[in-house]
């Protein structure tokens, strides 16, 4: 059983290794990848935008320069570090969400003050209204 196991957990099946195959050797692939480098980059500068007009005051971040997620961080206040996970439920409620930063810390449990927002699959009216949202719980 145990070398069955791992034989299974070497490599995946066949037809998937075929099927990917296929997608790497495809004549289009080239253009398919700017055409979506290009999108994702557009997204992310639209949601920079609106970073900047919702969360100029309230927080600091860098331009990611590749993946699908913004990295911010919260300015502290006379309070400290923003326990971000207990704004969550809050956010949720109004219909929006974000990764806390806190479950990426290796070693930490106290608050951080981080947070982790995807841009990839909002519209830019979607990505308004929620930023202009989380802006507002986090102001409270």
Do not use: C
Not at 106 to 128: C, V, W, Y
């Amino acid at each position: 059983m145990n070398t069955i196991l791992q034989a299974a957990d070497l490599h995946s099946n066949r037809l998937s290794q075929w099927l990917v195959l296929g997608l790497l050797q495809h004549p289009e692939r080239t253009q398919r990848m700017e055409q979506l480098i290009a999108n994702y980059r557009h997204k992310r500068d639209a949601f920079e935008d609106r970073l900047k007009h919702y969360f100029s005051e309230l927080a600091n971040w860098d331009t990611p320069a590749g993946g699908l997620f913004y990295w911010i961080t919260l300015k502290e206040t006379h309070k400290g570090k923003t326990d971000t996970r207990a704004l969550l439920p809050r956010a949720i409620e109004q219909g929006v969400a974000f990764m806390p930063g806190e479950p990426f810390m290796p070693f930490s449990s106290s608050p951080t003050g981080q947070i982790r927002l995807n841009f990839s699959h909002a519209s830019e009216a979607q990505m308004d209204a929620g930023l202009k949202k989380l802006a507002a719980i986090f102001q409270s």
